[in-house]
């Protein structure tokens, strides 16, 4: 057969059906990477059921995890140690009381333990 002859075929069946094949490809790689960090989502625990972060022990990388908590927001917590209060933060004037009550809930001021 000639080339002409075989050109048609190429462009209407042949193209057609590998794009078709590409197109499902990666539209399954795209749906299966949703489905795993859905399921990897799915698997990690909710925010409210983590333990929170104590701020007087708690590592400069450790509160930088902390929402709105930045460098060098964790740097001035830790200058400002120790807190008898969570509320310290904003009394102290170390975290504005708009980030404070985003993650308020996400700290604690624990105490030293007598020994």
Known sequence: ????????VW???????????????CASHSLAAT???AAA??????????KPVDINRASRTQLMKLPGIGRVEAVRIIAARPYRS????V?????PEGVYLSLR???MAGQKVAT
């Open 11 to 25: 462009r209407r069946i042949i193209a057609p059906t590998l794009l078709a094949l590409c197109a499902f490809a």
């Open 86 to 89: 969570k509320a310290e933060l």
């Open 105 to 107: 809930h996400r700290i």
């Open 35 to 37: 489905l795993g960090s």
């Open 91 to 95: 009394s102290k004037q170390v975290l």
């Open 41 to 50: 989502a799915a698997n990690k625990p909710a925010p409210s059921a983590t």
């Open 1 to 8: 057969m000639s080339n002409l002859t075989n050109a048609p």
